[in-house]
């Protein structure tokens, strides 16, 4: 049973390996400035890394995700500013060969629509469709067989800006700071209220009470489309103890820069709040 067991893990193992290795080379998201009654062409480039052909399912998608880590995905077109109807992709299902490359081309084509403004965006779904799983050789008929189906699915995000146009604005929500097992971390969540994403650098400069700059940070450049959050993270854990007056600003490298002001407390060194 022992040896059955493991042959069928093995079995169970070479096949996940066989079919995750479909992948998307020409990036998850395509971007594209539009005026109102345009039209344009793209496509998806899906790589089948594997040796065996591989069916490969299209669908779409509304997409959308908050500060706390949480996604959506909802009916395409739900969403105040989807664009999947202006989207078709060319195919429903396509067939990658083993170690090839397929293309998959889609239209867009932008309502002629004078109040369109901003950004607008989904996804489409590209999802590995998965084989029927492999019998172990002389495995008795009545005997209990215990089976794991993996679903890999790309979403390729498709957006959309209107030209230039649509308000950059952007609303400080809460903060936090993260300290313990000697690590500090401080968190600032931020919502877009505007009209079309940014994507800006994140930076939080804490200052000691003298006025002097005690350290610059640096976070990770996030996308935050309209009517969603993020949640930005900063690694403070060379601070010393002390309060510190803290500046984030976010550059979206344009005309618009944002900032909020705080006022940091640092614990003395064995005395942790909000544990990590």
Not at 72 to 82: I, L, T, V
Not at 125 to 130: D, G, I
Not at 205 to 215: N, P, T, V, W
Request: glycine share 10%; proline share 5%; hydrophobic share 35%.
């Amino acid at each position: 049973m022992i040896k059955k067991s493991i042959f069928g893990l093995v079995l169970l193992l070479a096949s996940l390996s066989a079919w995750a290795q479909v992948g998307i080379t020409n990036g998850l998201t395509q971007e594209k400035n539009c005026r109102p009654g345009e039209s344009f062409q793209s496509f998806i480039s899906i790589r089948n890394y594997g040796r065996a052909p591989q069916d490969v399912r299209i669908s779409q998608m509304d997409y959308a995700f908050t500060c706390d880590g949480k996604s959506r995905y909802d009916p395409p077109g739900q969403a105040a500013r989807s664009n999947a109807g202006w989207i078709t992709p060319r195919q429903r299902q396509v067939t990658v060969p083993g170690s090839s490359q397929v293309d998959l081309p889609y239209a867009a084509r932008v309502p002629n629509d004078p109040s369109l403004v901003g950004t607008y965006w989904s996804v489409i779904m590209v999802e590995a469709v998965p084989q029927a799983p492999a019998s172990a050789p002389g495995a008795a008929k009545k005997e209990l067989s215990l089976g794991i189906t993996q679903i890999l699915r790309y979403a390729v995000q498709i957006v959309t800006h209107i030209g230039d146009s649509g308000s950059r604005s952007i609303k400080f929500l809460q903060t936090e700071l993260l300290q313990g097992k000697g690590q500090k971390v401080f968190h600032a969540d931020v919502e877009n209220i505007g009209e079309r994403w940014v994507r800006p650098y994140a930076s939080l400069e804490l200052y000691d009470q003298k006025g002097g700059l005690a350290g610059k940070f640096e976070g990770e450049r996030l996308r935050i489309f309209p009517g969603t959050s993020v949640r930005f993270v900063f690694d403070v854990s060379r601070i010393a103890e002390g309060r510190y007056k803290a500046l984030v600003v976010l550059d979206n490298k344009d005309s618009h820069v944002f900032g909020a002001q705080y006022t940091l407390d640092f614990t003395p060194a064995g005395k942790d709040t909000n544990d990590l």
